[in-house]
């Protein structure tokens, strides 16, 4: 696999041949920038990609230069390119947070439901639901 190589160059763990079955001397690969990322896949939008056998299309990754097979939702956000682990989600906390909503809209629980006036009001103000505007 190669993980080796983000190891200390000095670390022993480096030259375990019989551990590992090779000895890893490769230095590890500089990581990309968001910038460098969203250029590498900037065209991939544009490329069908299909699982039916009429449409042919097959990415050349030796001919692209990377190995991207397609773009994720998480590209699109704003924030995206600035992060230094992109693709890092904390599971734990999304789950808590998305728990503790539906919890306390089923048990009408007020401290933990984000049914408040300021939610109704985006709600006006993005012209939908008017059955739940502020009256």
Do not use: Y
């Amino acid at each position: 696999m190669g993980h080796r190589r983000f190891l200390p160059k000095k670390l022993t763990w480096r030259k375990k041949k019989d551990w590992f079955g090779e000895i890893e001397m490769r230095d590890a690969h500089v990581p990309l920038s968001g910038d460098d990322v969203l250029k590498q896949v900037k065209d991939i939008d544009s490329i069908p990609l299909s699982k039916a056998a009429q449409v042919n299309v097959k990415l050349s990754h030796k001919q692209r230069g990377d190995n991207w097979n397609k773009k994720g939702i998480f590209f699109k956000l704003p924030h995206w390119k600035t992060l230094l682990l992109r693709n890092n989600l904390d599971v734990m906390h999304i789950e808590k947070n998305v728990c503790d909503i539906i919890l306390g809209a089923i048990m009408n629980m007020k401290e933990k439901t984000k049914d408040k006036v300021k939610s109704h009001l985006d709600l006006q103000a993005l012209n939908i639901r008017p059955e739940l505007h502020p009256h």
